[in-house]
């Protein structure tokens, strides 16, 4: 299993925008698929965005197009999750994980979430009205 970081988050203001960087240290992450998630205090842990391990596939939970891109910079060996115009409701934990990749990135990320020992560290988005 791939022990990934998030990081990034921190206490911004509504509109705000946040890039959050997901990192393994001594992995290749081009070898895996990536997903991100999200749990916001209360709630399930939701799924945000995944991207396929040569970014040239992605696929965002329907509520989360528009703001939140997600992408790859396999030379860097880091992945990002991008939200722009931030929301008091963004406020949550983000998450990342990786899973080896495969022919169908939904179904991957479909893995992910249901493995939650998958996801490592998460980084705390606190967004201010």
């Known amino acids: 299993q791939v022990q990934v970081v998030a990081s990034g988050g921190g206490l911004v203001q509504a509109g705000d925008s946040l890039r959050l960087s997901c990192e393994a240290s001594?992995?290749?992450?081009?070898?895996?698929?990536m997903g991100w998630a999200r749990q916001a205090p209360g709630k399930e842990r939701e799924f945000v965005a995944g991207i396929s391990w040569s970014g040239t596939n992605t696929y965002y939970k329907e509520s989360m197009k528009g703001r939140f891109t997600i992408s790859r910079d396999n030379a860097k060996n880091t992945v990002y999750l991008e939200i722009n115009t931030l929301r008091p409701e963004d406020t949550a934990v983000y998450y990342c994980?990786?899973?080896?990749?495969?022919?169908?990135?939904?179904?991957?990320?479909?893995?992910?979430?249901?493995?939650?020992?998958?996801w490592g560290q998460g980084t705390q988005v606190t967004v201010s009205s």
């Open positions: 001594g992995r290749t992450l081009s070898n895996y698929d």
């Open positions: 994980a990786a899973t080896q990749k495969s022919l169908n990135l939904v179904a991957s990320m479909w893995g992910l979430m249901k493995n939650f020992r998958a």
